[in-house]
């Protein structure tokens, strides 16, 4: 696994919105779960798995947020960036979006937005 750093260290771009509810990541090849996002940005997320996936790689996944009563899909290309086996066990997966529609990234900013307005 590779290690994880923090902070503006990452290089991220975007901030991330931590998700109330676990939602799961599907792969959409085998249409079985990844793991659990753990936190969303414009720019990828933090998933906790279950195994160790395989650094680099590409997935196409897809992933439902809740906005009040709706579910809003969100679906595209991710890369494995990097890995790290927490104290308790947990496997953090961080995931880099390499690909996202018009459509998914206008439902991905939505989201977004509608967290942080909701959040302090």
């Known amino acids: 696994m590779t290690g994880e750093t923090t902070g503006d260290a990452e290089g991220r771009r975007a901030p991330r919105k931590g998700v109330d509810i676990l939602v799961p990541v599907i792969n959409v090849v085998t249409q079985r ?7 969303i940005s414009r720019g990828g997320m933090k998933v906790q798995v279950v195994g160790p996936l ?3 790689a590409l997935y196409q ?3 439902e947020l809740q906005l009040g009563d ?6 595209g290309g991710v890369q494995v960036v990097r890995q790290k086996r927490e104290p308790s066990g947990a496997i953090l997966v961080g995931m880099r979006f390499i690909h996202l529609d018009a459509a998914n990234k206008q439902r991905l900013g939505e989201w977004l937005d509608a967290a942080g307005q909701n959040r302090a």
Request: hydrophobic content about 40%; overall charge neutral.
């Open 33 to 39: 779960a990844l793991g659990l996002t753990r936190d």
């Open 61 to 63: 996944v897809h992933v």
């Open 54 to 56: 395989v650094d680099q």
């Open 70 to 75: 709706r579910r809003i899909p969100v679906e």
